[in-house]
Every structure is written in C-alpha cells, then in structure tokens.
C-alpha cells in the first residue's frame, strides 16, 4: 500500500489543507497579500496594464488601479485568487529553473516551444486564458521537477 508524503512543517503555515476560496473570509484574508505579490510580479515581468488586467481575468481598469492604490479590504473572488496562485507558480518555477535575469524576462521572450509557436508566453495566457496558465504552470512545474 502506498503511503502519502508527510508534509514540510515550516513555522506558520499549514500544509495539511490549501485554503478554502469558497469562504469569504478566508478569501478576504487572502486578498490583500495576493494583490500585492501580483502587482510586484507584473512590475517585475515589465508587464503593461492590459496584460496585467488580462492575467487578471480582464478586470476593469478602473478596478485595477482601486486595488494598486488600497489593496487591503479588498475580497477578491475565487477565479481572480486562482489567476494569482498560478502567476506566482509560474514565476517560482521560472526562478527555480532559469537564473534570476531570463527567469523574469521569459514571460516576454518569443519561444519557439510547441505550446506557444513562436509567440511569448504572456500571449499565450492572454489568449488561453485560466486554462493557459495552468497550462504554462504545469510545464513549467514539469521542467523544474526533471519530467
């Protein structure tokens, strides 16, 4: 019989359950922090607002710059959490796998890669939407890994 893996115990944080986006509090804790790692991860991709936006679901402006300019108090719903936890899955699997120089500039390159043909990644997601990122988190999860 296989046994499951014993999760890491790592000091203030729980690796028994992932959180519960159907929970509005929980998703009211959860939001402010996941603003902020977004808008840093945007800045540190160089992307533009309408990418970011995109990333985002295709948030209003409007909505965006709220949330840039008072994150906390924000509750975001459980497809934008879900958007950021795969943006900042992508950028730990690209700084895990590539140096810290191409690790943020490979979202932005051309990739001759068959999942993208030629265009850049951040296409690729704007295009797929949720599906392409998750798409791009498991290659890029499957790369770091040796699979």
């Known amino acids: 019989m296989a046994t499951l893996p014993v999760p890491p115990i790592i000091a203030g944080y729980s690796f028994d359950r992932s959180p519960n986006l159907a929970d509005a509090g929980e998703r009211a804790r959860l939001s402010p922090s996941s603003i902020k790692a977004f808008l840093n ?3 540190k991709w160089e992307l533009s607002e309408a990418q970011a936006r995109g990333l985002l679901g295709g948030i209003a402006s409007s909505t965006f710059h709220a949330w840039k300019t008072e994150p906390r108090g924000r509750r975001l719903d459980q497809d934008t959490l879900t958007r ?3 943006v900042i899955g992508i950028y ?10 191409w690790a943020d500039r490979w979202v932005a390159l051309a990739n001759r890669g068959p999942m993208f043909a030629g265009q850049a990644p951040i296409d ?19 790369w770091r890994g040796g699979r």
């Open 41 to 43: 991860i945007a800045k």
């Open 84 to 86: 950021i936890s795969l």
């Open 92 to 101: 730990k699997a690209l700084h895990i796998y590539f140096g810290k120089p």
């Open 124 to 142: 690729y997601m704007l295009r797929q939407g949720q599906p392409g990122m998750m798409q791009v988190r498991r290659m890029l999860d499957a």
